[in-house]
């Protein structure tokens, strides 16, 4: 694996997969320099495929950290809600004994769907 960092604090600029040669760093060099990075400010070396995620983590700004954070709590907080509004088991059983018509059957078959389509999907649309 290839890596372009700032010397500065050793975050990411880019990675790349593949290329053992001098010629494969100069790219990423390059690459950064397009990008407006100062030559002397950016360093390109290999590392092993193993140390990407770490270096990925590490290089993330307090920003990024608070939105990652924010989604994460926001998605536990949905998942909290579905669950919290689940009937107990006896309302489900006396309601499934309750049907007494085919609308009754339908309207339940719906809402029984409807839980095992979020279910799959991962999400409520």
């Known amino acids: 694996m290839r890596v372009c960092i700032k010397k500065a604090d050793g975050r990411l600029i880019e990675s790349q997969s593949g ?8 790219t990423l060099i390059q690459n950064a320099i397009n990008a407006g ?3 002397a400010d950016i ?23 608070v939105a990652e954070q924010a989604k994460a709590d ?23 004994n309750n049907i007494a018509s085919l609308a009754d059957a339908k309207a339940f078959l719906i809402k029984l769907t409807r839980v095992v389509y979020w ?7």
């Open 119 to 125: 279910l799959a999907k991962n999400k409520a649309d």
């Open 19 to 26: 290329g053992e040669t001098q010629a494969y760093l100069d």
């Open 43 to 65: 360093e390109a070396k290999f590392i092993p495929d193993a140390d990407l995620p770490a270096l990925i983590e590490s290089s993330k700004t307090p920003e990024q950290i």
């Open 74 to 96: 926001r998605k536990a907080a949905k998942a909290q809600a579905f669950i919290d509004n689940l009937p107990s088991w006896l309302v489900v059983e006396t309601a499934v």
């Open 37 to 39: 990075y100062n030559e």
